[in-house]
């Protein structure tokens, strides 16, 4: 068992002899991920170093003492994650060193029009041809699909079984004549998500991850490592909270999220503007979304530092975000009343609010709806018994069906 | 500021009390002190000082306590919340929290019969009114020969009818200050209330000359204590709202309805898992405000107000999710649900109420 000093003393040996170059340039970058410190949790054979979870925030504030950002691949790289998890020895030596490199880039093949909180009920269809395998179907919500080299599929593969057994998991090769991708066009104007149409689109055998009809088990694991992400839980240290230095928590407050990533007002600053300051409704209301904000700024806080029990905190992040969005919405919509039908130019302020509050159903819909993230906690967390499913043990061939293609571009 | 853990001594701390309360106020006994003349058994509240130090957990060591702070005095709150302790703890903490404010040549004598369960003590704060802000004071505070005398009218003070000190704010030459006079002073005359918690007495208190010791006069040490009740009480209620969570869904999983359990529909399982995100958040306010308050941090003074508020409604939401979750049960004397929902009325409005804290967070934040 190695120990935290030792895991320091090694980080900093390395860091001395490879001192990051301005530009954090290629060869560095190869040199890091082949020296394991870039991913220090994966095996000491897969371009890691066989370190237990806790260590990396150790490594994490070694490199921060040298000036660099740990790249923990570990925990974002996703896709290498899901590969060195259920992939073959090939598999791996295929994929986890380009990914890593950012070589390969990944997207995700799993929503489709006909599935989307009923993920199982996919019905893009994957078909044996030899040592290779037909898809055809659609996808959506696919982001970053045109920068990608593959993308992680689930596919249905047998549909004479229950739902979640007949699924398989590949990693598909995108630049091929099989995959059309469109870019959506979303209520905010932007097209960040895209569809994806597989018309005979091939995959070798060779890429399918994990056994033929266990696709549903690999991906639990694809979606442990998405959470993982979301959560930005690095297996920190015991329970309490960590707060960052030299920031001010109130004004941070004030400055929500949503508002933040526009550049936008604070809603303190803005109910003075509007002379709103002295209304006791918006002063409860102020009061009310300023607290969503710090509590579920210190949850985080929490989830960071409590490595038992952030678990069950990491699933409520997205609910309480939704909430804080929906509700910034609302208070901010309140404070310039009429002005809120008004956009652009004619009304910057109005505008953002507006963008905000479509990028508010991102959260209450995207990755989960509130709903189903409900399900979750009752069920996962309070241990609440599941709903009857009527599809549970009837081959999916026979199963009432949602549409399985739409496009929106 | 820097960074806040929860230590073996924390957890070690939470068994005791935890284990403590429920040996000692099984549902049945909190009926039974309900129901009592007086919340207060003299043997248990030694016990609980002697044995388990919980009344000198924050009385400093030179004063027979343990010289501990907010956080620990939380856990001990969180955990007699569960159990809607009735005997006069809180009370007795928040005016420790307010001797501790004063100068220890007039306190410390006080501070030391608390640590040993020879008295209880409690703050009189609101009037008739039901302010809970130094703003609202106007029982009067004059000089004498040989000290101060209060006169005016209290109300709202827990555990007033069995109290046997307590710390009054009144209003002097200098403003608002905390004073101490003792229970079985002339000119002190206590109503009992009658309340719709009966697991927190409350009285009315008038004071006529009634001679009292000043501990601050301070309006930055008024304000202190304020924020620490706040914290304090924000600590119980995460408690009682976690207790009535745990009600909900262990009766979800065992009700059955439509051949199966209830808490298998969304209808429920929803409530439930919105008080679950509610008791969490709860959770980390309350001791993000009590830590804050301890370390000493600029936004305790934001901490505080918001903690209090959050908890309030929280407690107040998940003791009627109890009850709604519980269905025609929870209508009954019987179930316990109801003790909740009390327990969570008067704790939200007493030591201000959700409403004020809301406001006075607004003015803190910048409005």
């Known amino acids: ?409 | 500021m820097g960074t806040f853990e929860f230590t073996d001594d924390h957890d070690a701390l939470r068994d005791a009390v935890r284990g403590f309360a429920a040996e000692v106020f099984s549902e049945a006994e909190v009926r039974r002190l309900m129901a009592a003349d007086s919340p207060l058994e003299r043997p248990v509240w030694e016990r609980m000082a002697r044995q388990l130090g919980l009344q000198g957990l924050v009385v400093p060591e030179e004063y027979g306590g343990a010289g501990a702070g907010l956080v620990e005095l939380a856990i001990v709150l969180e955990e007699f919340g569960r159990r809607l302790v009735p005997a006069p703890f809180l009370s007795t903490a928040l005016a420790t929290l307010a001797l501790l404010q004063g100068d220890r040549s007039v306190t410390g004598e006080h501070l030391t019969a608390i640590a040993d369960g020879q008295v209880v003590a409690t703050v009189a704060l609101a009037e008739d009114d039901g302010r809970w802000d130094a703003t609202g004071v106007r029982c009067e505070a004059e000089q004498a020969a040989g000290g101060w005398r209060l006169n005016g009218v209290k109300s709202y003070v827990a555990d007033g009818m069995i109290a046997d000190l307590f710390v009054v704010a009144a209003r002097g030459p200098a403003g608002v200050g905390l004073f101490v006079i003792d229970g079985t002073a002339d000119g002190l005359t206590r109503t009992d209330l009658e309340v719709f918690d009966r697991t927190r007495r409350l009285a009315r208190v008038e004071l006529v000359g009634v001679t009292a010791t000043l501990v601050t006069a301070e309006s930055d040490a008024v304000e202190r204590f304020l924020d620490a009740a706040r914290a304090a009480v924000a600590a119980e209620q995460v408690g009682g709202a976690s207790f009535a969570l745990d009600m909900a869904v262990g009766y979800a999983k065992e009700r059955v309805q439509f051949g199966r359990a209830i808490g298998s529909f969304q209808a429920i399982k929803h409530m439930c898992a919105d008080a679950f995100v509610d008791v969490e958040s709860a959770r980390s306010a309350a001791y993000y405000a009590a830590w804050a308050l301890a370390d000493g941090s600029p936004e305790a003074h934001t901490a505080a107000p918001l903690a209090k508020a959050f908890c309030s409604d929280t407690f107040f939401e998940t003791a009627a999710t109890n009850m709604q979750v519980a269905g025609g049960i929870s209508f009954t004397d019987e179930y316990p649900a109801h003790l909740y929902y009390r327990r969570a009325k008067s704790g939200a409005q007493l030591w201000g109420s959700p409403r004020a804290q809301r406001d006075l967070l607004a003015s803190r934040i910048g409005l």
Request: net charge negative.
């Open chain 1, 1 to 409: 068992m190695t120990t935290e000093d030792e895991v320091r003393a090694e980080v900093r040996a390395w860091l001395a002899e490879h001192p990051r170059p301005e530009d954090d340039g290629g060869e560095w970058r190869a040199a890091l991920v082949d020296s394991g410190w870039a991913a220090p949790t994966w095996p000491v054979e897969w371009y890691g170093r066989g370190l237990p979870p806790e260590m990396r925030r150790v490594v994490a504030e070694e490199f921060a003492r040298a000036g660099a950002k740990a790249p923990a691949l570990d925990v974002t790289q996703l896709f290498a994650n899901t590969v060195l998890a259920h992939g073959t020895d090939e598999q791996k030596r295929a994929f986890v060193r380009p990914l890593a490199l950012g070589e390969f880039q990944g997207c995700l093949l799993y929503s489709e029009p006909g599935a989307g909180s009923d993920l199982a009920a996919l019905q893009t269809r994957a078909e044996a041809d030899g040592d290779r395998w037909i898809v055809n179907g659609q996808k959506v919500w696919t982001s970053g699909a045109r920068d990608a080299s593959h993308g992680l599929l689930i596919a249905r593969t047998d549909w004479d079984v229950p739902k979640h057994r007949g699924l398989t998991f590949f990693l598909i090769p995108m630049d091929q004549p099989g995959i059309d991708i469109r870019p959506i066009h979303q209520v905010t104007g932007g097209s960040e998500f895209n569809e994806v149409f597989l018309t005979d689109a091939v995959v070798p055998d060779a890429n399918r991850l994990g056994e033929v009809n266990n696709g549903w088990r690999v991906l639990q694991t694809a979606l442990g490592f998405e959470r993982l992400i979301m959560g930005g839980a690095s297996g920190e240290a015991p329970r309490g909270f960590k707060p960052k230095d030299g920031v001010d928590p109130v004004l941070a407050a004030r400055q929500s999220p949503w508002t933040r990533q526009t550049g936008g007002a604070d809603y303190v600053e803005l109910a003075k503007k509007v002379g709103k300051a002295d209304d006791p409704v918006t002063r409860q209301e102020i009061a009310r979304l300023y607290t969503l904000e710090k509590v579920n700024a210190w949850n985080s806080l929490r989830a960071r530092a409590d490595s038992s029990g952030g678990s069950s905190l990491a699933s409520i992040g997205k609910l309480a975000m939704s909430r804080i969005q929906h509700t910034g919405v609302r208070v901010t919509t309140n404070l310039i009343e009429t002005e809120s039908v008004l956009t652009g130019d004619t009304s910057p302020v109005a505008g953002e609010i507006n963008r905000s509050s479509f990028a508010a159903f991102v959260t209450s819909i995207g990755g989960g709806t509130d709903q189903i993230q409900r399900n979750i906690i009752g069920e996962r967390v309070l241990g609440l018994p599941k709903e009857p499913e009527v599809d549970k043990n009837v081959p999916f061939r026979e199963v009432r069906k949602a549409q399985g293609t739409r496009s929106f571009s």
